[in-house]
């Protein structure tokens, strides 16, 4: 197939490609930065598709098998509008479309992927988790650079909140771009919108055990009520520091995520691998 990929240039945008190029497809790379996508290599074919300018999609889309949107889901209408006729689109949305709290950037993925929902089209939706593996990752690269400080011998002060007794499903990157080349090339598997995320719920304190130990260190948990993370956040930001998670999302990190990855494996056929193993690679890669 030939399959233009939304989003090339992003951190799972980058595997899709080279997943679905391992994997014998064509592919054409779209985005808005001419230098990003030329980075890709030189022999991907790259086109220019802009969301602050669509009238480039169509001629960005255009002669696509398929299309992989693995950008903002909140762009989902304009990236209907470009594609071609009985096109399938395959869209990445997010599991924090699952959150009770106030959240406008959880709102715009659910205007999205209703859209793609209402539009008829064929494809499916994929809900990421959690994604971490890739050296930009915000969440857990942020727990590794903050535990590689600390020498081996010193252990780790970590005020977490609710001691951290929440639990997180985090999905490494490769993971989710098989899940999106798999999607791509299942049509059977369209349907329900599937999520994408670890092999099960962790607490949030394991996570942090778990990235502590593939640096070769031992962290030692401070319960920290989430409300008074938030404010001194908050705090934080107002005098111009910058601490390491705002309030924002401390007050996520106290919600719990759990999430049944049947569908993952029963209808893309995609196991994901356990998170200490994961953040096992990545440390050792230094990609924090």
Request: proline share 8%; glycine share 10%; charged share 25%.
């Amino acid at each position: 197939m030939k399959i233009a990929v939304v989003g090339a240039t992003g951190m799972t945008g980058r595997r899709v490609i080279a997943a679905l190029r391992a994997r014998g497809h064509a592919v054409v790379a779209t985005g808005r930065n001419a230098a990003k996508l030329a980075a890709l290599g030189d022999d991907i074919e790259w086109r220019i598709g802009d969301f602050d300018r669509p009238e480039t999609l169509p001629k960005a889309l255009a002669g696509a098998d398929a299309v992989a949107y693995v950008a903002h889901a909140k762009h989902t209408k304009t990236v209907l509008d470009a594609m071609e006729p009985g096109v399938r689109l395959v869209v990445t949305g997010s599991t924090r479309v699952f959150s009770k709290l106030d959240d406008p950037a959880a709102d715009a993925v659910r205007e999205g992927l209703s859209t793609f929902t209402a539009s008829g089209r064929g494809g499916q939706i994929l809900l990421p988790a959690m994604i971490y593996g890739a050296k930009e990752d915000r969440n857990v690269g942020r727990i590794l650079g903050f535990l590689a400080r600390f020498p081996r011998w010193c252990p780790i002060p970590v005020p977490l909140p609710d001691g951290g007794r929440h639990t997180v499903q985090p999905i490494h990157v490769d993971d989710v771009a098989a899940s999106v080349v798999a999607a791509l090339e299942r049509p059977d598997a369209d349907g329900a919108p599937i999520v994408l995320a670890g092999p099960a719920p962790i607490p949030y304190v394991q996570m942090v055990r778990d990235c502590a130990a593939a640096l070769g260190r031992r962290a030692m948990p401070i319960p920290v009520p989430v409300r008074a993370l938030a404010l001194a956040a908050s705090a934080m930001a107002m005098i111009g520091l910058r601490p390491p998670f705002d309030a924002k999302e401390l007050t996520r990190a106290a919600e719990d995520k759990a999430f049944d990855i049947a569908p993952m494996r029963e209808r893309l056929g995609v196991t994901p691998r356990p998170f200490a193993e994961g953040v096992g690679d990545k440390a050792a890669r230094g990609d924090y």
